[in-house]
């Protein structure tokens, strides 16, 4: 079985929606970044990857395999009728990619990972936002009115709806045709599900200092 290391609404929450909207079989084991401590077998979250990122997914043979890009078309290469992704030999995996790289690149790290570091100061989060307001209207102009590949929902997807769901936390108001987006994606059971999970789980769990 695979285990999928996490925190609750972090950018392994994109797995997580993948893993269930493929019908895929998974453990779940939190992380706790302060403390860098898996909480439920007790390892040190060093020792599970150098990186002490989120997602690490442990493959049946043992191995790891880090990086939601990557992390993500594995999980969609298992359930290859969820139309999770496209097939390898088909033109859309590079879009598919494009997309993967984009939100990764364009609003992850250049400004979901920055503005919530808890020594981000106020100003240099007006910067950020700032910054990052090109990026949210492109992903306007590119949004129609289904999904980013088609009309099936893919890991790109899952990728995007949790960088636009913290998005919404940063002050920014999203254009209609991404709230709708959204609301698409949030229509989809097993989707809606698993943000529902780790959004209870937040609840309860250690605050990020």
Known sequence: MLK???RPMACSLAARMALMQGGIDAEY??????TQTS???GLSFADVTAK????VLILPDGSKLTENAAVLQYIADLAPGSGLAPAADDPGRYRLQE????????????FLFPYFRPETDDDTKAILRDRVGETVAYMSKQIGDAFLLD?????????L?????????TGIELPDNLTDFLKRCMAIEAVAAAVAIEREEMQSFPPRT
């Open 151 to 159: 009309e099936k929902f893919s890991v790109a997807d899952a990728y």
């Open 161 to 169: 709806l949790w960088a636009l769901l913290l998005v919404r936390f």
């Open 29 to 34: 084991l939190p992380v706790d970044f302060t």
């Open 4 to 6: 999928l290391y996490y």
């Open 99 to 110: 997309w993967l790289s984009f939100v990764g690149t364009e609003v992850h790290k250049a």
């Open 52 to 55: 002490k990122r989120v997602p």
């Open 39 to 41: 909480l439920k077998d």
